[in-house]
Structures are given as structure tokens and as C-alpha cells.
């Protein structure tokens, strides 16, 4: 079974443009979630989508935001970029569902530079 | 919201030996204990995970313990090969659907030959 998927691997844009980065979930499984990885903030949850719904969401301002589609894709998406966004931006998936916890797995991240 | 505090923030063995690494956690609510292991230029690896109603859970050269009444869950790696080196971070989060990871800040475990 193929694994997480995330397109493009690197970017390189400059401040004040926007980003589009895209994610495909492991054959079946519902969830996607975003996850922002630095140096010094470390692993933190952007948020979490589950048949195209957003069903959770971290400290983030509303200029990142995202999506999922009915084949389970998500895209993230952050607009006005800053220096301070750039990081690896990791999408995870699992089954999802209510009533439990569901073993996420983690793409290669899209790694995101803004000059 | 959750904290997760992960000890140490590095950790360098002698092949062959053991390795533990702990964490603590402040949501009484939490009850799921993820932890990965990633390496350079890659994304988090699950290697193992414990639900809040099993203390202990072994796969190989893999252990985690979890002591809900003090919040706290460890890593146990016996046996450590070359191949083990990366950071390796902990996680918890509530049931209930919820899949919102609170991730501790990682442990570099170098494996000295």
C-alpha cells in the first residue's frame, strides 16, 4: 500500500505571496491532518480535516488554512507568507472516524522557504 | 490544552545498550501515546504506541510503559543497533476521535559503534 504523499517536496517563495501545498492520504483512510515542523516551535498541529470537514484546528492565524476533498486529498494553503513560515509542513493520515484515536502516519513534508 | 515534556533532548549510547526515553503529560484526558522516529530529511515514523488501558506494550527491540497516575511514558529500546540514531518524539492525545497530536520536543539518540 503506498504512503502519504506530498506534493511539491520543496518551495522556495518570497514574503507576501501565498502557497498552496497538497496531500494525499494511504489508500482508505479519511482523516488528514497538518502539522508544522521548526527548530524552535517543533511538531505542532495546524488542524485536521475528516470528510471534507474541519474537524479540529490548532493556535494558528487564519491566514493558513486548508481543505480535503471528497477522494480525501487536502491541500493547505497560506497566504501573505512570512519569514517566519518557513519550516517543513508534514500532513499525516489516518483511518478517522468517531469513538477513537486512529494511528496516524506521516508524509516526507513539504519542505517551505520564504525569502 | 495539553503539554507534552520529553527527556532527554539528547541521548548517546554504546551499541548493544539499552536506551530510554521518558515524557510526561498534563491532560488527564489524554489516552493515547504515540512516539516516532524520524529520520534526516524524513517524516515521522509510527514505530509504537499505547492506549490508556494497557501499561506496557513490546514489539522486537521495542517497549513503552505508561503510568497514567503520574502522567508519564516511556520509550525502551534494547539491544541498539547503528540503524536506531534519529529523533524520536512522543505524543499523546484525547479519544474520542480527536486527532490533534500534542508532540513532546524530541530526543536525538545517537548509537555509538
Known amino acids: 500500500k503506498a504512503g502519504v504523499t506530498q506534493t511539491p517536496r520543496y518551495l522556495i517563495k518570497t514574503r507576501g505571496q501565498q502557497v498552496t501545498l497538497s496531500c494525499s492520504p494511504i489508500s482508505g483512510h479519511r482523516s488528514v491532518s497538518w502539522y508544522q515542523q521548526t527548530p524552535g516551535q517543533g511538531l505542532q498541529f495546524l488542524f485536521e480535516y475528516f470528510s471534507e470537514t474541519q474537524r479540529n484546528k490548532g493556535n494558528f492565524p487564519g491566514r493558513f488554512s486548508g481543505r480535503q476533498f471528497s477522494n480525501s486529498r487536502s491541500e493547505m494553503n497560506v497566504s501573505t507568507l512570512e519569514l517566519g513560515d518557513s519550516a517543513l509542513y508534514l500532513c499525516?493520515?489516518?483511518?478517522?472516524?468517531?469513538?477513537?484515536?486512529?494511528?496516524?502516519?506521516f508524509g516526507p513534508g513539504t519542505r517551505l522557504t520564504v525569502t | 490544552g495539553e503539554n507534552v515534556e520529553q527527556h532527554p533532548s539528547t541521548l548517546s549510547v554504546q551499541e548493544g545498550d539499552s536506551a530510554v526515553i521518558k515524557c510526561t503529560y498534563s491532560?488527564?484526558?489524554?489516552?493515547?501515546f504515540p512516539w516516532y522516529k524520524q529520520e534526516l530529511g524524513k517524516g515521522p515514523q509510527l514505530i509504537i504506541d499505547i492506549r490508556s488501558n494497557v501499561g506496557e506494550k513490546k514489539d522486537q527491540r521495542i517497549a513503552v510503559t505508561l503510568n497514567k497516575t503520574a502522567k508519564h511514558f516511556s520509550l525502551h529500546i534494547t539491544e541498539t543497533q547503528p540503524e536506531d540514531s534519529a529523533v524520536y518524539f512522543c505524543a499523546a492525545s484525547r479519544d474520542f476521535g480527536n486527532e490533534k497530536l500534542t508532540f513532546g520536543t524530541g530526543t536525538r539518540l545517537t548509537i555509538i559503534p
Open positions: 491532560d488527564s484526558a489524554s489516552n493515547y
Open positions: 499525516a493520515s489516518s483511518l478517522g472516524g468517531s469513538g477513537g484515536s486512529y494511528e496516524q502516519y
